[in-house]
């Protein structure tokens, strides 16, 4: 008897269990399937910050949550309508989380004694109405997969790993999921043990089956797919948009690309990621520290290559006096900060927006920087072409602001045009340029660049290093006027920028007096807040940076227009106060450093607050 179908315009999922039972792999295949049958997406995995936290207890939980819908989406849903629970400790971590009424799929097997002690329970939750207000659907996970592959001769411990495809093969089942792209990602995956590839789309396809013939799923789910701009799309990361952006960057500029790093939490991804593009030109070099890592970038921009640098908020700070190097001698360089909670280790594997004073003024000196956000993971790609395209023009270290939220999250990604990238090929200098003699700070009068010379052009020698130099010559100098002249001229390079990129756009109500204004990965959610609230009749505009030095040459006018201006960071304030300080507007803020992004619902909150305070006044 075929079951009924539900149709839902959306939906929340979160799984959660053990680092070892295998969830984010469970939520990278469900969302492969999803992206595979059209639906828009967006999602958040969250990992452990400790590399081996002790099994079951709450600190070594690992989850992945995917929001998909038949509609444009900005976010990874507030709330979970549905939780995956491997152990107590999932549930335990997550369970505050969950509004009344959602469900909830739970491992009975391992609401073990030993198991509900290590996630603090002094009943189980399962028997005592904890869950009363919840739809719960109890499943034995563990023993159901040992059953299914009873007759594969591999250990227990073997066939217990597969119990995060059965849960997968149920909720592919229950929302109506392709199958056979997981299949063939099983039988690759574990091309080289048979034994186990077979197990594991075995314990996949049992759990469909169980799905398909159960009683206690008496219906299924269909969310149908969205109406997305016709071309090809492939479900993407940051931080592999961001790869894949440093190598668009690479050819577009006929540069080879360089890659210095040193592993770090959430960078290292990248650095994974270009040492398989060795085919594009691309070297990698896996340094024994930061600093290592950041002075072969530079060298190799000294060098006539697209240097490129990646870390967190603490490597940046190693990095520094590098960057400041780089500053001087008006080189190319594109140093990556996917920002982490902080300060010090902070929690490696969480999110936050904290770095950006510090990227803008943690050299010593006078030591200008652009700085470039990505605002989706998807625009991870475009945002790093743009870096590119800034720091080959204008000769200059350029920062670009990602942070683990996009690093981590996914989405569907429109394949560009090719032919619609932008230009960015540069030249080098290849002759004297001054009476017979090559002068290396002889700047472009509308760039303020100097000429990129690469080391060995004949007649093309010149000094190098972090000593000031003489406007023009490049002679080291130590007169104060000199000094005067080229601190102020490496100032207003970067500060020209601003006549070279869009002004920042605007998406207006008739009749608000309130903007709300966010940079960086607040942008899914502040558009779903507002989306909220317009919903209600209430106005309200908003807008979103992506450079954020210098800031586009229009931003006072636009934030003259408006009586009141909201903006919300994953950081104390840093933002407000560069806009508060230059502008002399009385922006307020929404700050919260949790770790997480920010829920739509809670900036909404804030937003209709803000209105209600306006309108009293």
């Avoid at 690992?62 to 999932?90: E, Y």
């Avoid at 701009?229 to 050819?251: D, F, H, K």
């Avoid at 959430?266 to 930061?290: M, N, W």
């Avoid at 000593?467 to 010559?473: I, N, Q, R, S, W």
Wanted: proline share 7%; charged share 20%.
């Amino acid at each position: 008897m075929t079951k009924p179908v539900q149709v839902l315009d959306r939906v929340t999922i979160r799984f959660a269990g053990d680092s070892g039972d295998g969830m984010q792999l469970t939520g990278d295949r469900f969302t492969s399937e999803t992206a595979a049958f059209g639906n828009d997406l967006s999602t958040l995995p969250d990992f452990p910050a400790e590399i081996r936290a002790p099994a079951g207890s709450i600190p070594g939980v690992s989850g992945f949550q995917l929001h998909f819908a038949d509609h444009d989406i900005l976010t990874p849903g507030d709330a979970p309508d549905v939780l995956v629970a491997m152990n107590p400790a999932a549930l335990k971590a997550n369970l505050g989380d969950l509004p009344k009424g959602a469900s909830l799929i739970v491992n009975t097997d391992s609401f073990t004694a030993r198991n509900l002690d290590k996630a603090g329970y002094a009943a189980n939750p399962l028997e005592d109405g904890t869950l009363a207000d919840h739809q719960v659907h109890p499943v034995p996970l563990t023993s159901m997969t040992l059953e299914a592959l009873k007759e594969f001769d591999i250990s227990k411990k073997e066939a217990e790993r597969a119990k995060n495809m059965f849960a997968l093969g149920l909720m592919s089942w229950l929302y109506h999921r392709p199958t056979e792209a997981t299949v063939a990602y099983l039988e690759k995956k574990f091309a080289s043990r048979p034994v186990i590839a077979k197990a594991n789309v075995t314990a996949f396809k049992a759990g469909w089956n169980y799905g398909e013939t159960t009683e206690a799923f008496a219906v299924s789910y269909e969310i149908k797919p969205a109406k997305l701009t016709p071309g090809t799309y492939r479900n993407i990361s940051g931080n592999l948009a961001l790869a894949y952006g440093l190598v668009a960057a690479s050819q577009l500029s006929g540069l080879p690309l360089f890659l210095g790093a040193y592993p770090i939490t959430p960078a290292s991804d990248i650095l994974h990621e270009l040492s398989k593009h060795k085919a594009f030109g691309v070297r990698t070099f896996q340094a024994e520290d930061e600093i290592a890592g950041v002075g072969a970038a530079l060298g190799a921009a000294f060098g006539g290559a697209l240097g490129v640098t990646t870390s967190s908020g603490p490597g940046i700070a190693l990095k520094a006096e590098t960057i400041g190097l780089g500053v001087s001698l008006e080189l190319p360089l594109l140093v990556i900060d996917i920002q982490r909670s902080g300060p010090s280790t902070g929690m490696p594997t969480k999110t936050e927006q904290a770095d950006l004073l510090q990227v803008l003024y943690g050299r010593n000196g006078e030591a200008p920087v652009p700085v470039v956000a990505p605002c989706t993971p998807s625009d991870c790609f475009h945002a790093a072409v743009e870096a590119a395209r800034i720091a080959l023009k204008y000769r200059t270290p350029v920062v670009l602001l990602s942070d683990g939220y996009l690093a981590n999250g996914s989405e569907p990604w429109l394949l560009p045009d090719v032919a619609s990238l932008p230009d960015i090929s540069t030249s080098f200098a290849t002759e004297p340029n001054h009476e017979g003699d090559f002068w290396p700070y002889l700047r472009d009068e509308t760039t303020l660049a100097r000429p990129w010379a690469v080391p060995g052009t004949p007649g093309l020698e010149h000094r190098i290093g972090g000593l000031e130099k003489a406007d023009g010559t490049g002679n080291i100098s130590y007169d104060p006027d000199n000094h005067d002249r080229m601190i102020n001229l490496r100032a207003a390079k970067v500060a020209g920028i601003a006549a070279d990129i869009p002004p920042v756009e605007v998406d207006h109500q008739d009749g608000s007096g309130l903007l709300v204004l966010g940079w960086g990965s607040t942008y899914g959610p502040i558009g779903a807040a507002v989306r909220r609230v317009r919903a209600t009749g209430a106005r309200v505009s908003v807008a979103h940076l992506r450079h954020l030095n210098p800031f586009p040459a229009n931003l006072g006018e636009v934030l003259a227009a408006y009586d009141q201006v909201l903006i919300p960071e994953m950081n104390l304030g840093q933002l407000r106060m560069l806009v508060r300080s230059r502008y002399l507007v009385d922006a307020v803020g929404y700050n919260k450093v949790r770790g997480l992004p920010f829920k739509a619902e809670e900036l909404a909150d804030a937003i209709i607050g803000l209105l209600d305070e306006g309108a009293g006044k």
